[in-house]
């Protein structure tokens, strides 16, 4: 009969630990304005500069770990 009554009071017990006030406190702390060609951090207005940050940030994303195993394997040589 003991393991009945665990078994139902662990839901609550698990309900009463999670903080749901500090929760809601940080979704109201944070405010986005939902305004036309503002959803990333960087300015879309001029293309051609746009185009080049975004050809800079993914050469680098991608590429760094290729540069990183061909340093590796002929630093010794």
């Known amino acids: 009969m003991s393991f009945i009554v665990r ?29 036309v060609d503002h959803t990333i951090p960087t300015s879309v207005t001029n293309k051609y500069w746009f185009g080049t940050k975004l050809a800079i940030y993914a050469t680098l994303g991608f590429g760094s770990p290729f540069y990183a195993a061909y340093w590796h394997l002929n630093k010794n040589k």
């Open 7 to 35: 078994s139902a009071a662990t839901p609550l017990r698990a309900a009463r630990s999670f903080p749901t006030g500090a929760v809601r406190q940080q979704a109201r702390g944070v405010h986005f304005e939902n305004v």
